[in-house]
């Protein structure tokens, strides 16, 4: 099982990115999705799930209104939209897999991660 996340990179802000979260070796639309980001010596935040039962979502506070996470079925492919970007969003932003398919931020809950995509949002 791997997941590969990637689309970070450098950006201004107010600036988008759209980041990836390609699944092999799982039905990444059985799984509740999470990103979670981490920022220089800060902790790791979880910042938006949806649930695979009923495509309800969750969206933290600091990102609710500017970031959205969609799934394509076909691409076994998850993204995290987002739009309105700040210097605060710099992080290393990370997808999560969880197999009890329940939306949550609860990082210990998830099975499966990425290997992070870095965001650095500056001028």
């Known amino acids: 099982v791997q997941l590969q996340a990637s689309g970070g990179g450098l950006v201004q802000p107010g600036g988008s990115l759209r980041l990836s979260c390609a699944a092999s070796?799982?039905?990444?639309?059985?799984?509740?999705i999470g990103w979670f980001r981490q920022a220089p010596g800060k902790e790791r935040e979880g910042i938006s799930c949806i649930s695979s039962n009923d495509g309800s979502t969750y969206y933290a506070d600091s990102v609710k209104g500017r970031f959205t996470l969609s799934k394509d079925k076909a691409k076994n492919t998850a993204y995290l939209q987002m739009n309105r970007l700040k210097p605060e969003d710099t992080a290393v932003y990370y997808c999560?897999?969880?197999?009890?398919?329940?939306?949550?931020?609860?990082?210990?809950?998830?099975?499966?991660w990425g290997q992070g995509t870095e965001v650095t949002v500056s001028s």
């Open positions: 999560a897999a969880d197999w009890t398919a329940l939306c949550t931020v609860d990082a210990a809950a998830y099975d499966y």
């Open positions: 070796g799982i039905i990444l639309d059985h799984y509740a």
